[in-house]
């Protein structure tokens, strides 16, 4: 086995992207390393190649342990987003009193002033339902989009937003929370709560598929269906698909009919390279 076929093999067997490429670095330097020892002891090159590669064992095995070690699915950073709003809801509970003078907590302040509790609770369900709906949407095309915890959308340089699906499902968390029979912000709380797992599960799924989508396309080779740059198609493992160039923002292009190799991940989307 050569030594590239060995770490497309191991590196097929890693999901977690981001600790992939310095696993097959330190692979490479090591069969690097063990080939020019080889060498040195009179091997030819071609020979040499094969007895590290052989030294280093089934590629399959070493790269479902590492996998074990270092599989990341669980979205850590947004599950903290949406918690940081079910802590916002006692720091206004707080705020609440100290402004009424001790008389009213959050919910009793909405309901003095903003006259909340006037709103059936069916108004609150169904409203709440459908942001729910829209941040469970979001949060799917964020993960199939490749898409950050934080980012802005737009059609132009004239106006875009910030929108994160955290941020809606906690809003709906929190208005959905109108019907759970709890007194005080501890329902806000829940409500929320309720919103941040479900986002973490909806989260968790998509980065399943997309761990599986990678592995199977990882430096897979194809060709170029159209002309690629931030956008393309390209045919791989026999599957048309839409496809990216790697360095599309700095200009590059993959004219049409090229070879191309799958060299990561941007959501669901293959990024390329000619060869």
């Not at 699915?73 to 709003?85: A, T």
């Not at 100290?98 to 959050?106: F, N, S």
């Amino acid at each position: 086995m050569k030594e590239y076929e060995y770490l497309k093999r191991l590196g097929k067997c890693i999901s977690n992207g981001s600790v992939r490429g310095e696993i097959l670095d330190e692979y490479k330097a090591h069969l690097e390393d063990c080939r020019e020892a080889l060498m040195k002891n009179g091997m030819s090159k071609a020979e040499a190649e094969e007895e590290a590669v052989r030294q280093m064992g089934n590629p399959e095995e070493a790269g479902n342990e590492l996998n074990q070690i270092h599989a990341r699915v669980l979205d850590f950073s947004m599950f903290w987003w949406m918690m940081f709003f079910a802590f916002l809801v006692p720091v206004f509970e707080v705020i609440s009193r100290l402004v009424t003078a001790g008389k009213y907590g959050i919910v009793g302040f909405l309901n003095e002033y903003q006259q909340m509790d006037k709103i059936p609770l069916q108004v609150h369900l169904v409203v709440g339902t459908a942001i729910l709906c829209y941040g469970i949407i979001l949060s799917i095309w964020e993960k199939y989009s490749g898409k950050e915890l934080f980012y802005a959308y737009g059609r132009n340089w004239k106006g875009s937003y910030l929108t994160n699906s955290g941020t809606v499902m906690a809003l709906a968390g929190l208005i959905c929370s109108a019907a759970i029979p709890v007194r005080g912000f501890v329902k806000g709380m829940i409500g929320v709560f309720a919103a941040t797992v479900l986002n973490i599960i909806i989260r968790t799924v998509m980065n399943l598929i997309r761990n599986r989508r990678e592995q199977k396309y990882l430096w897979e080779i194809g060709f170029a269906d159209t002309e690629i740059t931030w956008n393309g198609k390209g045919t791989i493992c026999g599957s048309n698909m839409k496809v990216r160039a790697r360095a599309s923002e700095e200009g590059a292009v993959i004219p049409s009919g090229a070879p191309i190799m799958v060299v990561s991940m941007e959501g669901f989307k293959p990024v390329v390279i000619a060869i």
